[in-house]
């Protein structure tokens, strides 16, 4: 307990998983948590006596799934082990924490999310601005930023999702900067971080203070925080971190979180990989790629000539499709190298890493090789085109593939690891263990011989090493000199001094086997980790052909275009169509509609039509379509022109955050709150039905000042989807304002959706007519009609009075929908036939003639 304590006071905030034999133990407070949490058996250690503690446990060989469960709720484990064999001490085993889990700092691979980032987020507020520090331990990556403001950071913070973030700060701000922050990111378990005097950065730091000095003093409080934890979580261990990456947020087309959310980038309105663009682009075939297409889609650039460089590649790999497939399939071969490289550096690589390493470092020459051939006339000036010149680590490929066997095991424990002729030590050992093995089944055909007892066999157990066993019936025959070592129930078991000295032979060649495995691991082992800057180097590259050529195969796929990506002022985009709905929802029937903004003529549509009709969905694919080409995608469309965009902004669909206790009125708000303050003129602002959530006049009233305020004092690109036909009345005033509708056309009382975008406003909803669509019984149809003929029939502005004056008799329909609901049919003869079935009995054919017959008679 003593060493419990002591162990908890270095961890205060962590769940201490304290190992005792084959059980890691809790204890105090961790074990009332845990027993919760994990539904445990709540025990007690002393129990009834003064120092009784409560206590309890899970076995070390389930640990793991128990941890898993603690990180996804956001809880650190502190891992304390016994750091010596308790056979061999005298006394208390000494324990040590060797290893604190978090969400943020895990790299245990049944952890991860192969295609996505696992971030440790550490942020450092300033008066004005943030320092925002990026760590994914699993990649060895590290980067930092200053965030210019909260808008800014939480930009930041939206892409990268990070599993932990940690805050730090002047300790008055610091709880309610923990409670934004914390509402902001719901996934991911916010820490109050403690605080940082000066002489504990440049520790934190370490190696790559120097690279830190260049920072801005918010930014290397930050690094210099992700770091301190880091190391905290890993003591005793070099952080596997070459550099410090830096980025500038403004570098980046900025979408921020509502808008990523909304758009549907990453995830689905559902929660799921499908149904995001992601799930639509995502064809890489390595864990590096994906990661990367994740980054690059979330985080668009702006700067045009890399974005051309980035389609120029795009391009080189759409034009050559065979050559497309085999680096693909080279691609899928080289597997996550960038984590393997970590994982060797921290020491945690297992044989099975090394070989995957190994089969990595080959398909990855492969990839490079095949790249070298690829043209390179339209690509000058692109660093990625001179992939002669990568770095394919061939001697550690070489002395990889020269040592491991095929398919080296999981564990050292489970079996070879090394081919026959790596090293010669190691083959005597295990020939000498051979040998013995095989003089034991000589010796087992000599006993037997010399004694004549058939039943006798020579054999192994691991608790109780080799003997000699005789059945029950023949023990009477064993030989004088024979010990007894044992009773069991099939027979007895003996030994001899013969036995023993070929045992303890068997057993010191195989110890010294595994002495020199672990030896020749470990050695292999620090080779890779040496070189595990130069592997994420590799991988870096790779991961960026992997996107290229994923990007190049969707557009092959989908038939989607290049898009011309420039400075001007213009977004013309003819026939584009939206990149989920044409594979999912409209798979086969997309309507495919033109949209041209331009900043000097018409930058701002308002876009009326009937519910259902498709604006939502177009002012979605356009913001996708300019995502898409600023990250150096083809996009879907025939054709497109596109003048960078410095932020997408859109404020779409009504959403209640129930969670935070806000209404869809104040969500909404708040949203077109943030897009009037963040937009620009070079920004592309998407607003879908405001004003929705209040009184009518009120909510037109909104949206009418929100379109005037985006045309004269913002002047951006917009589109402006509305059901209030009266905005319509915007283009008369506005040279920059046009109507658009999308068309349906009724039939009697049906409405078909052309989903065809044309010029000129609509002036019905069609809102009956869907409704009736959706199955609302036909007497609320019925007055619903009643009702609006009555309300259209008021004359404008009169408002209330006249139409419910017109309303005042109630009609036929008002009675039919208070009627009280026919009786259901009932067909008792039916009903008593499937009474009087024995279901039981029934053969299947028996069941068809049944229901045919029921049938018939209903
Ligand atoms: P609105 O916002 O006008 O109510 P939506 O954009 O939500 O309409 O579209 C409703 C449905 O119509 C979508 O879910 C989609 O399945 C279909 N749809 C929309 N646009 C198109 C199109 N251009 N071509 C084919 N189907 C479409
Ligand atoms: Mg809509």
Redo the contacts with the bound molecule.
């Keep these: 307990m003593q060493q419990f304590a002591d162990a908890k006071r270095a961890y205060p905030d962590a769940i201490l998983f304290f190992r005792m034999g084959d059980f890691y133990e809790m204890f105090e407070d961790d074990a009332v948590l845990a027993a919760r949490l994990l539904e445990l058996v709540l025990t007690s250690r002393n129990k009834g006596k003064p120092d009784e503690v409560p206590m309890a446990g899970v076995p070390h060989h389930a640990a793991h799934g128990y941890i898993a469960r603690l990180l996804e709720l956001g809880y650190q484990v502190a891992i304390c082990e016994q750091m010596a064999d308790p056979a061999t001490v005298k006394g208390i085993v000494p324990r040590e924490v060797v290893r604190v889990i978090t969400p943020g700092t895990v790299t245990d691979r049944d952890q991860l999310d192969a295609s996505t980032n696992n971030w440790l987020g550490a942020v450092e507020p300033e008066r004005d601005g943030a320092g925002l520090a990026l760590l994914d331990l699993s990649t060895g990556e590290l980067r930092a930023a200053m965030a210019r403001d909260l808008s800014a950071l939480l930009a930041e913070l939206g892409r990268a999702a990070p599993r932990e973030l940690l805050v730090g700060g002047a300790p008055e701000g610091l709880p309610e900067a923990v409670a934004a922050l914390r509402a902001a990111l719901p996934g991911a378990a916010v820490r109050e971080d403690r605080a940082l005097d000066d002489a504990e950065a440049p520790a934190a730091l370490g190696a790559l203070a120097s690279d830190a000095a260049g920072l801005a003093p918010a930014a290397r409080a930050a690094v210099a925080r992700a770091l301190r934890y880091a190391r905290a979580c890993n003591p005793g261990v070099e952080l596997p971190i070459a550099y410090i990456g830096r980025w500038e947020p403004s570098d980046a087309l900025v979408i921020d979180p509502s808008t990523q959310r909304h758009l549907e980038l990453a995830l689905s309105a559902r929660g799921t990989r499908d149904g995001s663009l992601l799930g639509v682009i995502d064809r890489t075939r390595s864990p590096a790629g994906a990661r990367r297409l994740r980054r690059q889609l979330l985080a668009p650039l702006v700067d045009v000539a890399r974005i051309r460089r980035r389609l120029a590649r795009v391009e080189a790999l759409v034009n050559d499709p065979a050559l497309r497939e085999q680096l693909a399939q080279a691609l899928a071969g080289v597997g996550d190298l960038e984590r393997l490289s970590t994982r060797a550096a921290l020491g945690e690589a297992t044989p099975r890493d090394l070989g995957a390493i190994r089969d990595g470092l080959v398909a990855a020459k492969q990839a490079i090789a095949l790249l070298t051939k690829l043209g390179g006339g339209a690509t000058l000036g692109d660093p990625l085109f001179e992939p002669a010149s990568a770095d394919t680590l061939d001697e550690l490929a070489e002395a990889l593939g020269r040592a491991l066997v095929e398919r080296p095991p999981a564990q050292p424990k489970d079996g070879a690891v090394f081919v026959t002729g790596y090293d010669r030590a190691l083959d005597e050992e295990d020939e000498l263990r051979r040998s013995g093995s095989e003089r034991m089944v000589e010796l087992e055909a000599r006993l037997k011989r010399e004694t004549g007892i058939g039943t006798l066999k020579v054999r192994f157990t691991r608790v109780f090493g080799w003997y000699i066993e005789v059945s029950r019936s023949q023990a009477g025959r064993a030989p004088e000199g024979w010990r007894r070592k044992q009773t069991v129930a099939t027979g007895e078991r003996y030994t001899i001094a013969e036995l023993d000295d070929l045992a303890d032979r068997i057993l010191h060649a195989e110890e010294r086997r595994r002495e020199r495995e672990l030896e020749l691991l470990g050695e292999l082992t620090r080779r890779a980790g040496a070189a595990s800057s130069r592997l994420r180097a590799l991988s870096a590259l790779l991961a960026r052909w992997d996107v290229a050529g994923a990007l190049a195969e969707v557009a092959h796929r989908f038939d989607y275009v290049r898009p011309e990506v420039d400075t001007s002022s213009a977004l013309l985009i003819e026939d584009g169509r ?1 990149p989920v ?1 044409e594979r999912l ?2 798979a086969g ?5 033109d949209v041209r903004l331009d900043l000097e003529g018409e930058r701002l549509w308002v876009i009326t ?10 002012l979605r694919q356009t913001a996708l379509t300019v995502i898409l080409a600023q990250m150096g995608s083809y996009v879907p469309a025939r054709s497109a022109r596109v003048g960078v965009v410095d932020r997408v902004l859109s404020r779409v669909g009504a959403s209640d955050d129930l969670s935070r206790g806000e209404s869809t009125f104040m969500v909404e708000m708040r949203e077109t709150a943030t897009i009037l303050r963040a937009a620009t003129a070079r920004s592309l602002v998407i607003v879908d039905e405001i004003g929705r959530g209040t009184s009518t006049l009120d909510g037109l009233a909104i949206a009418w000042a929100v379109a005037e305020h985006l045309d004269a004092a913002i002047g951006c690109r917009a589109l402006f ?1 509305t059901h209030y036909h009266e905005l319509v009345e915007l283009a008369d005033s506005s040279e920059h304002v046009a109507n658009y509708s ?1 068309s349906a056309r009724e039939l009697e009382n049906d409405v078909v ?1 052309l ?1 065809r975008l044309v010029r000129g406003a609509t002036s019905k909803s069609y809102g009956i007519a869907v409704a009736r669509l959706a199955g609302l019984p036909e007497s609320v149809l019925a007055r619903a009609r009643a009702v609006l003929a009555a309300l259209e029939g008021a004359p404008p502005g009169s408002g209330g009075p006249t139409a419910k004056a017109h309303l005042g008799g109630r009609g036929a329909g008002q009675l039919a929908l208070f009627a009280p609901p026919a009786a259901p049919p009932s067909h008792p003869e039916i009903i008593e036939t499937l009474r009087a079935v024995d279901v039981d009995r029934l053969t299947p054919l028996e069941a068809l003639g049944l229901i045919s017959t029921l049938k018939a008679r209903l």
């Design positions: 939206h709905v929802a409209a029937r997309f309507v495919p509609n039509g009937p519910n259902m009709a498709g604006k939502s969905t177009l989807a999308v959706f989903h």
